[in-house]
């Protein structure tokens, strides 16, 4: 049977890094263009920079939560093989697809954190180059994305373990003997 300790630690884990990845979201970098005190020059000036910390801060969470879930199972690899059966089937099926959507989270939370911390070093010169200054920001809906995945992944990865607790447990395909019994005919 699934263990109700790891499932809520993992439920624990999963929920900080959804809070973690909306708050993100909420908290993006935003740009605004100065102009420098002689008139001269252009350049981008960033406000808080604590999305980027959120996004690492859910992209770990999730890893984590993730490696609990996986150590827990083996990783659907090793061990004794899976009774069969429609929870070994749904199990295999559950941890691909729990896989790809972890993976999408996680290049979404990653990309949107290392984006979110670049700032564009530009400057234009008023005088000699008119181009208008491009202050490059993360765009929305990344930390969002990277939510909806984790969400996903959360779900699904309980599922997962839940099929595959099944699978593991109980008793195989015949719970009888193996023999032929040989007992004398009356």
Known sequence: MASKLLMISVFVLDVIAFALAVAAEQRRSTATIKTDSDQVY????YDSDISTGFGIGAFLFLMVSQILIMVASRCFCCGKAL???GSRGCAVLLFIVCWVTFF???VCLLAGSV???YHTKYR???LFNYKPLSCETVRKGVF???AAFIFFTSIISK???VSYSKARGGLGPYGG???VGMAAYK
């Open 42 to 45: 252009s350049y981008c000036v």
């Open 83 to 85: 009774n069969p059966g």
């Open 177 to 179: 003997e193996a023999g």
């Open 159 to 161: 599922f997962y373990y």
């Open 144 to 146: 969002a994305a990277g």
């Open 124 to 126: 234009s010169s008023l």
């Open 115 to 117: 984006r979110n911390a």
């Open 104 to 106: 999408i989270a996680e």
